[in-house]
């Protein structure tokens, strides 16, 4: 990450934010793996749906972090 000039109006949120997306990252990354080893049909939905509502979350953090910054 780069230094800014300013510090940020909201430390606290933009820090909330930066963990949500690191934890979402590790979170999806565990459902896809345990979706290419599932064979259950109804399993594999589960994680998927999962997975794009995480990613979901991730996209919102990112935008709320962009516009703090």
């Known amino acids: 990450m780069s230094s800014r000039l300013l510090p940020s109006d909201n430390p ?3 820090q909330v934010l930066e ?9 999806i990354a565990q459902l896809m793996r345990w979706l290419r ?3 259950g049909r109804k399993e ?3 994680f ?3 997975a794009l509502e ?3 979350e991730t996209q ?3 935008q ?4 703090l910054r």
């Open 12 to 14: 606290i949120s933009e």
């Open 19 to 27: 963990w949500t997306i690191k934890q979402n990252s590790n979170d």
């Open 37 to 39: 080893e599932s064979t």
């Open 44 to 46: 594999q939905q589960i």
């Open 48 to 50: 998927l749906k999962r």
């Open 54 to 56: 995480l990613m979901d």
């Open 60 to 62: 919102f953090a990112l």
């Open 64 to 67: 709320r972090l962009d516009e």
